[in-house]
């Protein structure tokens, strides 16, 4: 059969070409990377010209300089615009970055101790560029290919550490500790309510947690339709810890008045002192009252473990032997850590956030399941997937993923990242931030008469939690009587607001600078009351013991300055 083509066009350069194949032209040439690499100079001058014009004005202080003026955010929705013709030259463009940088927390810097926001490794930014180009949308094999394989092998790896069948688990990457929250009480409901996707909830399921769990439970709890005021609180002990004999007296008044328990929420690692609930105990605590109520389904507990799984890479350590070399206290704090940590296989799901304790750039998380079965339960309706998921043989996490679109560069960037550090990589850049921690608390304990308290004196992690004082007050004697005295708390709680608020808006910037955060609710008292206090995190691998004590020497400075303003 003789098929009748289209003839082609005359190749005629003289011919008048439409003005967009002008515009085209230069914006493959200076804009896209070609399908054979060949102006991949274009793409590596302009990392280095971004990078270098980054770096050149980011000033010596832990927070990016504010050299001409912040945004002014009652206007800035109104004064922007797209301007009508491209950038002719793309540097013209990127030149403009460090405006945009202004005020913003500078991760390499040992001053910089704000939160938990590690220094990304260079093997991760370096992967994650390069597969970028490609763009492989993690959502299906059909796209991905084998990139998508590094999701399957990071979650293999995650079980083994965590002590898993990598058989039977499973894991899949999200958007932060949000997501992996949100996915363990999508699985609880789906458990508990199994016909809920239909029939909705009808106020009949609850979320179990304890009080000083991150905020992103309840926001979870309201956006499954669960809603917040069923999210409930168990009390926390002063070490961040959940008081087990209250969250199993909250879950027998739920079960007792109807409710479904939908996940019970441990605390496993995370940004609160790094606390680790004893994950053994609400395990056996949940199995009792599934057999006493006769329930017939089992409430699903997660670990909310998006800091503490790093100290998996410490099951296998030789503590004794010490090879690594850590002192004695610090090495104390990682065994006792370690200890709660391993235990992480008796909840039925976990979260991970590599970009905090795995030293990867936002966001790269991962909700990790004992059972693989438990994502089939949240499996979609293929008839409604017509673009997608046609080739049975392929992995396709996208019939159940939250997410339609994700990265697959983040996952083959956290996969190469973290078999590139090992485990020793990992246990040293955790014993580092350990050994930085017990150097500041010295530093801050020989400080003590400038109205200084550290107020987490049970820590699984690095971080420090700082009482302030006005000047002549005991800060230990101080400091004990506010654990079970409410005006006590209430009055040296202004005092730490101001000082807190003073120190940010003074002392964050500039080459003398330090940059530390506020918590308002470092833990809560024996009468359950936040108690407010500044926070230091250092995770950086770059401070060390000299740098340590220069931020105390600071911190100590700025508290005479403010007390000398007040």
Not at 188 to 198: E, R, T, V
């Amino acid at each position: 059969m003789k098929v009748d083509l289209l003839p082609r066009p005359e190749d005629d350069s003289t011919s008048t070409q439409p003005a967009y194949q002008e515009i085209l032209k230069k914006l493959k040439e200076k804009y896209f990377l070609s399908p054979g690499g060949e102006n991949i100079d274009q793409l590596l001058d302009l990392v280095r010209f971004a990078v270098e014009t980054v770096l050149s004005q980011q000033g010596n202080g832990p927070i990016y300089p504010v050299n001409q003026g912040r945004s002014v955010l009652s206007t800035l929705a109104s004064d922007s615009h797209i301007p009508e013709h491209m950038t002719d030259d793309p540097k013209d463009a990127l030149a403009a970055i460090p405006v945009g940088m202004q005020g913003s927390v500078k991760a390499s810097s040992p001053f910089m101790v704000k939160n938990i926001i590690p220094l990304p490794t260079l093997v991760h930014l370096a992967t994650n560029l390069a597969v970028s180009l490609f763009m492989p949308n993690a959502v299906t094999g059909e796209d991905a290919g084998e990139t998508l394989n590094a999701e399957i092998a990071c979650a293999g790896a995650m079980a083994n550490l965590a002590g898993l069948d990598p058989e039977k688990a499973a894991g899949i990457f999200t958007f932060g500790g949000t997501g992996t929250n949100l996915y363990a009480f999508k699985m609880g409901l789906h458990k508990a309510l199994p016909n809920h996707q239909k029939e909705g909830l009808k106020g009949t399921a609850v979320i179990i947690g304890s009080k000083p769990a991150h905020y992103c439970h309840q926001a979870g709890a309201d956006w499954v339709g669960i809603g917040q005021d069923n999210y409930i609180q168990a009390q926390s002990n002063l070490d961040q810890t959940t008081k087990l004999d209250d969250l199993e007296a909250k879950c027998r008044e739920a079960l007792q008045s109807g409710k479904f328990i939908a996940c019970i929420e441990a605390v496993g690692g995370t940004t609160s002192n790094m606390a680790i609930d004893d994950l053994e105990a609400i395990y056996n605590m949940r199995n009792r009252l599934v057999e006493e109520f006769s329930l017939d389904y089992s409430p699903h507990i997660h670990a909310d473990a998006v800091l503490g799984w790093v100290y998996l890479n410490f099951v296998d350590y030789d503590f004794d032997g010490n090879t690594l070399g850590f002192s004695k206290e610090a090495l104390c704090r990682i065994k006792r850590t370690t200890e709660r940590i391993k235990k992480i296989h008796f909840a039925d799901s976990f979260g991970v956030d590599f970009h905090k304790t795995g030293y990867a750039p936002y966001i790269s998380s991962m909700v990790m399941v004992k059972d693989k079965a438990d994502f089939n339960r949240l499996l979609r309706d293929q008839k409604t997937m017509t673009p997608l998921f046609h080739d049975d043989s392929a992995y396709n996490p996208g019939m159940f993923t939250l997410e339609t679109s994700r990265s697959a560069a983040n996952i083959l960037a956290t996969w190469t990242s973290f078999k590139a550090l090992g485990r020793e990589g990992h246990q040293a850049l955790v014993g580092h931030t350990v050994e930085i921690s017990e150097h500041l608390k010295a530093h801050i304990n020989a400080c003590k008469q400038y109205g200084f308290c550290i107020a987490n004196q049970e820590p699984f992690g690095c971080d420090i939690f700082l009482r302030c004082y006005p000047p002549g007050i005991d800060p230990d004697t101080t400091y004990r009587m506010e654990l079970s005295d409410d005006d006590s708390l209430r009055n040296y709680t202004d005092y730490n607001n101001k000082f807190a608020k003073w120190l940010i808006t003074n002392k964050s910037q500039g080459d003398e600078g330090i940059a530390l955060s506020k918590s308002s609710a470092a833990f809560y008292t024996n009468t359950g009351k936040p108690m407010v206090a500044l926070r230091i995190y250092p995770l950086n691998p770059y401070i060390t013991a000299e740098s340590a004590q220069i931020l105390v020497d600071r911190l100590v400075k700025a508290k005479i300055e403010f007390e000398s303003i007040e």
